[in-house]
């Protein structure tokens, strides 16, 4: 009888490629993130590749010296395709393919494809699609109609893939379609906003980098179910959850999507309407890595992003989390927070400082009230109690004294 042998889908093996600029010294530090990004992507990194320059090659990215370093790496490794670290134009691409005689991809391609491979819902893949054809339109100048080494992802997926032989009309129709198709799902998320507006339910904005838990901390605080995985980019697609605190102050929390360093412009322009969830909200939960060594720069980049934005004059609670991945007692500090906790989100550690964090920063949002309420007025005992805090109240023959916390829009209307 013949050997049954299982057959196992062969991982792409790749090669990263970066150029580092005298005034950059994190070069380094962005491969390894590229290296995860390739992992998310299904891809095998064999091979790390820097070259120290001035600027960056006009014509081939990287130099003839490295070119030839790369291509015999290539042949050694047996890998297939080779990506960089910065996006290319389409000259860059075309030549150093003609070079190494292999696939090349840029970094906005490779979180491109990622993306596409983690819209689950009717927004997020519109955003995915438009980012892609962005991007595929910004390719097309001087490149004819040789237009097949634009399909070039790691497994090449997603909506914005299901036709590589494309012309510039077609292309830009499509763009036009779901830019209205967009501007739908904005309206829809503007009525939400409008309601949640009426509704004084403070909202809570998690944002971190990708993979500092955010999902983790959602689903802890909420049992929201979202996917928590050890990967980048592991939720796309915002999820909200109510929370009630300790006081009996109900929350609205939201997550959304994690920032990285060089998130193409195309897709911080499609994802525009789910990132500013951040500029809507009362409150930023801003969620930080503390087990990993470039936790600083990863939050310069979320404060970078944010104010690309606009997100501005927000209250800001730190969290640093992961604590139970650090060995020693650590001093980390968030000078643009009002408050920090030190948490771990998969043990619970913390968990509690941070929950009276945020009523702390809700009450000093609050105004204190004594007052007699008329019965006829009792009504406004429920709007108290719903959205303040009661401290007492006590039946009188005039009418209903009350002692309460309560948010600014809620006593602008008793």
Request: hydrophobic letters at 35%; charged letters at 30%; aromatic letters at 4%.
């Amino acid at each position: 009888m013949a050997e049954l042998h299982e057959i196992k889908e062969t991982e792409e093996k790749i090669i990263l490629v970066g150029v580092a600029l005298q005034d950059k010294d994190d070069t380094e530090e962005s491969l390894d993130e590229l290296e995860e990004l390739a992992k998310t992507a299904g891809a095998v990194t064999v091979a790390k590749v820097i070259q120290n320059r001035d600027k960056v090659h006009p014509g081939t990215y990287i130099g003839k010296g490295k070119i030839a370093e790369v291509k015999e790496l290539l042949n050694e490794l047996s890998a297939t395709t080779v990506v960089c670290d910065d996006e290319l134009s389409p000259a860059q691409i075309k030549n150093l393919e003609l070079e190494l005689e292999t696939k090349v991809i840029d970094r906005t391609v490779m979180i491109l494809d990622i993306f596409a491979s983690r819209a689950s819902t009717r927004e997020g893949k519109i955003q995915v699609e438009l980012a892609q054809l962005k991007y595929r339109a910004s390719r097309l100048v001087g490149l004819g109609k040789s237009l097949s080494r634009l399909g070039g992802g790691i497994g090449t997926r997603g909506p914005g893939e299901k036709k590589l032989e494309v012309d510039r009309r077609l292309i830009r129709d499509r763009i036009s379609q779901l830019n209205k198709e967009l501007e739908d799902v904005k309206q829809a998320r503007e009525t939400t906003r409008k309601q949640r507006s009426k509704n004084p339910v403070p909202v809570v904005a998690i944002v971190g980098y990708t993979n500092a838990g955010k999902s983790t901390l959602l689903n802890t605080l909420t049992d929201a179910g979202v996917l928590e995985e050890d990967k980048l980019f592991a939720t796309l697609d915002p999820t909200t959850r109510n929370l009630v605190l300790e006081s009996g102050q109900q929350i609205l929390i939201t997550d959304t999507v994690g920032f990285i360093r060089k998130l193409p412009h195309h897709l911080i322009d499609a994802f525009r309407s789910t990132l500013e969830e951040a500029k809507y909200s009362d409150i930023i939960l801003h969620v930080v890595d503390s087990s990993n060594e470039t936790a600083y720069n990863q939050m310069h980049i979320v404060y970078e992003t944010l104010d690309n934005l606009g997100v501005k004059d927000k209250l800001i609670i730190t969290a640093f989390n992961k604590q139970d991945k650090l060995e020693a007692e650590q001093i980390i500090r968030d000078f643009h927070a009002d408050k920090t906790v030190k948490i771990s989100a998969k043990t619970g550690k913390g968990l509690k400082e941070l929950l009276d964090s945020l009523e702390s920063v809700l009450q000093e949002r609050k105004v204190y009230i004594e007052r007699v309420f008329s019965y006829q007025e009792a009504a406004k005992l429920q709007l108290i109690r719903k959205y303040g805090q009661l401290i007492e109240e006590e039946y009188r023959e005039d009418g209903i004294f009350v002692k309460a916390y309560v948010p600014k829009e809620v006593y602008l209307g008793l």
